[in-house]
């Protein structure tokens, strides 16, 4: 793992090498989180290192709930609403202007799946030495792996859920298999073998 990383470029190595010190240090008791943290820089890296265009700008989940929730204080702090009784009268402005952000949220909820599955399918695209194109539903398995795989370590990185070493370590694993298997796949080396035996065979058979 470290030498397909360093192969591709050594920051990459070492953030992975940081992480698994950082698993590794029973004296540390924030060892999984800042473990998790340098495999999510890594995961986060990887679509620079491999050219991969980055979407860049485009505001997270929290700036668009907080744009809600301005929306939603300007509505509370109406006279008519909540009102008395609660919630029962005609819409106005700060209603209106709030119902709007709503449906512009929610359409840019799906906007942004959309463009974060794209961004997964470029990254894990680039990161095949053979250049094969998966077929479209296999495609988004190994999207939503690889996806699942970063929410898991953002998650732990921020102190959202609790962690046991076992259930760490299985994700980690699971990370690694899925990276190896594009960094640097069995089936690639066998052909790279099976070209060099073929030239070779070619230099002998030449009068």
Not at 33 to 62: C, F, N, V, Y
Not at 172 to 193: C, G, I, M, S, Y
């Amino acid at each position: 793992m470290l030498r397909s990383l360093s192969e591709r470029d050594r920051r990459l190595a070492s953030m992975y090498r940081g992480a698994l010190q950082a698993a590794a240090d029973l004296g540390n008791p924030d060892r999984f989180a800042q473990a998790a943290h340098s495999l999510r820089e890594l995961m986060e890296k990887l679509p620079r290192d491999l050219d991969t265009p980055e979407e860049t700008g485009i505001p997270t989940l929290t700036d668009k709930v907080r744009q809600l929730q301005r929306g939603w204080a300007g509505v509370m702090n109406h006279a008519s609403w909540p009102g008395n009784p609660p919630w029962q009268g005609e819409i106005n402005d700060p209603m209106k202007a709030f119902l709007r952000k709503t449906e512009e949220f929610f359409d840019w909820l799906e906007t942004d799946r959309q463009t974060r599955n794209q961004q997964a399918a470029r990254v894990l695209r680039g990161m095949d030495p053979m250049g094969m194109e998966l077929p479209e539903p296999i495609e988004r398995l190994r999207i939503r792996e690889w996806r699942l795989c970063h929410e898991y370590f953002e998650n732990i990185s921020h102190h959202r859920q609790q962690v046991a070493a076992d259930e760490f370590q299985s994700w980690l694993q699971a990370l690694e298999r899925f990276l190896l298997d594009r960094l640097r796949p069995r089936t690639f080396e066998d052909h790279a073998e099976l070209d060099r035996i073929i030239a070779e065979g070619e230099g002998h058979a030449r009068p």
